[in-house]
Structures are given as structure tokens and as C-alpha cells.
């Protein structure tokens, strides 16, 4: 079946450190790779995206590839800033039927 | 124009109620879901419907039903409130056979008193 494993958190950066949030996946055919991001008391927001394999999905200095070899999404930012601070999710689809979420990565940036 | 709404986004309420969250969605997508949140950010699956397929997640109770009068609406309704019922609902669209993405409510906050 299909499934997302990403790292546990919290994780706690100091502005403008390196961000890598680890992402692998499990599925059956070539499913859609997603990261959303969850500020407080917000729903979820789509933060990028990649549909097929060597895709880069970018955004706000966030950046994932599609490693089908790998079965891997790593999510990344050069230098976080405090506004970053929110939860993450790492997520799958196939096709849109059905998505498959990761427990999510709650990160804290301190000034 | 917001995309999913979900209402209210505060709900509380006693042990034993019944009540509903309403969602629309104006996307134009043919796939509803609700998610449950629990107090530690983890997503559950609850429901995903479209007009030909409803798919129930096994360990969900039959107290909870979705009822979807249209394909732009998928109402919560949940009977006999519990304690452990209390968490954030997400009511989510998405076009099936599509490599789009999912969009997300803002979320109701259930407290069950």
C-alpha cells in the first residue's frame, strides 16, 4: 500500500540555518509528491509540488526533488527565517484518489 | 473567493450531542475528504467521497457520517458527542485523476465538553 514516513520533530533552527526535513515514501505506480505547510490555527496550504520523477517542486526558498530511485522528497531551505516556524507535511497521491499524509515535522525558528 | 469553507470553525459542545460541519468547495472538483487532526498534528483520513465512490475509513465510528447533497458540499455529521471526539476537522477537495493537489478548509475546532 502506499505510505509517507517523514522525520520526527520538533526541530528547533536558529534563523537563517539549513533546513532539511526528510521524506520517503512507499507506493505502487508513479504517485504525485507534495509538501504542505501549516502556520498556527490555520488548515493546510500547499507549499510545492513535483508530479513525475527528477521533478523540482520550489517555493519561498523551498525546494524538494522526486527521487524515484531513492523513494525520497526531502524538503530544504538555505536559511530559514522566523516566519517559517510551522508544521509540515510531507504528502502522496495517487491521482487524486486518495491522499497519504506524514505525521508532520513542527519546526520553530528562534531569532 | 475562498476555495473550501468550512463552518463554524469553533464548535462546543456537550457529551452525548449531535452536530454537523458544513463544507463547500468552489473548485469545481469532483472529490471531497474529511481529515480528523489530533492534538499532536497527525491526519487522519475520515471519508472521501466523490459522486460515485464513497470510501470510509474502517476505524472511524458509525457515529460519524458525511452526507453530500451536491457535489459541491460535503456536510460531517457526527451523533452522540464523545470526550475523545474533541480535535480539528478538515474538510479537503481534489479533482480525481489529476495530479493536482488537495485544498484544505480552514478547519473547525471541536471541543466536546
Known amino acids: 500500500g502506499n505510505s509517507v514516513t517523514q522525520m520526527e520533530g520538533p526541530v528547533t533552527l536558529s534563523e537563517e540555518a539549513f533546513l532539511t526535513i526528510n521524506c520517503t515514501y512507499t507506493?505502487?505506480?508513479?504517485?504525485?509528491l507534495f509538501w504542505y505547510v501549516q502556520y498556527p490555527g490555520e488548515g493546510l496550504q500547499l507549499l510545492l509540488k513535483?508530479?513525475?520523477?527528477?521533478d523540482k517542486g520550489s517555493n519561498k526558498g523551498f525546494e524538494a526533488t522526486y527521487r524515484k530511485e531513492t523513494t525520497s522528497f526531502h524538503l530544504e531551505k538555505g536559511s530559514v527565517q522566523v516566519s517559517d516556524s510551522a508544521v509540515y507535511f510531507c504528502?502522496?497521491?495517487?491521482?487524486?484518489?486518495?491522499?497519504?499524509f506524514g505525521t508532520g515535522t513542527s519546526l520553530t525558528v528562534i531569532p | 473567493d475562498t476555495a473550501v469553507s468550512q463552518t463554524p470553525k469553533y464548535l462546543v459542545t456537550q457529551m452525548g450531542n449531535d452536530k454537523s460541519i458544513k463544507c463547500e468547495q468552489n473548485?469545481?472538483?469532483?472529490?471531497m475528504y474529511w481529515y480528523k487532526q489530533d492534538s499532536k498534528k497527525f491526519l487522519k483520513i475520515m471519508f472521501s467521497?466523490?459522486?460515485?465512490?464513497?470510501?470510509i475509513n474502517e476505524t472511524v465510528p458509525n457515529r460519524f457520517s458525511p452526507k453530500s447533497p451536491d457535489k459541491a458540499h460535503l456536510n460531517l455529521h457526527i451523533n452522540s458527542l464523545e470526550l475523545g471526539d474533541s480535535a480539528v476537522y478538515f474538510c479537503?477537495?481534489?479533482?480525481?485523476?489529476?495530479?493536482?493537489?488537495?485544498?484544505f478548509g480552514q478547519g473547525t475546532r471541536l471541543t466536546v465538553v
Open positions: 479537503a477537495s481534489s479533482q480525481l485523476l489529476s495530479d493536482t493537489e488537495a485544498f
Open positions: 473548485l469545481g472538483h469532483d472529490t
Open positions: 504528502a502522496l497521491s495517487d491521482l487524486g484518489n486518495q491522499f497519504y
Open positions: 507506493a505502487t505506480g508513479y504517485p504525485s
Open positions: 513535483a508530479t513525475k520523477a527528477d
Open positions: 467521497y466523490n459522486n460515485k465512490e464513497l470510501i
